[in-house]
């Protein structure tokens, strides 16, 4: 998803400059999406200096990545990270497995009888409505947690 961009630096806060050159955009692009996307608000400082943070900055990528990548338009890009919010809201509600019930290997090192092994007798395996994480699903979710996974990975 975001190969060929430099990792993110280590630091608490970035400006629209260094979001800009991380990201692989323009900073007048990044004012308009913040239009566009509600879930992206960086903090406003001084003089309306906005200071983004890493999870912002990952945001981003992924808008860029459905923009750019995968040939969304802004109404879709927009509806998918909606529904990408709402799927997260719905783990954290614990109907879902938690991402820190996942094992701690790297992705690479998950291959899918593994995962499934490792889970298919747990009790985070079925949740009260029947599913379990070999149901079609959970498959777009496991995909998205893996992905999430890999980008938190990342070295600072």
Same mark, same amino acid.
């Given at each position: ?50 200071y983004y943070q890493h999870h912002e900055v990952l945001m981003i990528r992924r808008i860029r @990545?459905?923009?750019? +990548?995968?040939? #969304?338009?802004? /109404? ?6 909606q529904e990408l919010l709402q799927a997260e809201r719905e783990l954290k509600r614990g109907q ?15 291959? @899918?009888?593994?995962? +499934?092994?490792? #889970?298919?007798? /747990? ?17 777009a979710v496991r995909r998205e947690l893996l992905e999430i996974r890999e980008l938190l990975a990342?070295?600072?």
């Amino acid at each position: 998803m975001t190969s060929g961009v430099s990792p993110i630096p280590a630091k608490r806060y970035f400006t629209i400059g260094e979001v800009a050159e991380l990201c692989g955009v323009k900073p007048h692009v990044l004012r308009y999406w913040e239009q566009e996307f509600t879930q992206l608000r960086p903090m406003k400082r001084r003089g309306n200096r906005r200071y983004y943070q890493h999870h912002e900055v990952l945001m981003i990528r992924r808008i860029r @990545d459905l923009l750019y +990548d995968q040939g #969304f338009t802004i /109404s879709g890009a927009r509806n998918k990270m909606q529904e990408l919010l709402q799927a997260e809201r719905e783990l954290k509600r614990g109907q879902g497995v938690v991402v820190s019930d996942l094992p701690d290997a790297p992705h690479d090192a998950l291959d @899918d009888e593994a995962f +499934d092994d490792e #889970f298919e007798d /747990s009790p985070q395996a079925q949740d009260s409505a029947g599913f379990t994480l070999n149901s079609p699903s959970w498959g777009a979710v496991r995909r998205e947690l893996l992905e999430i996974r890999e980008l938190l990975a990342e070295p600072f």
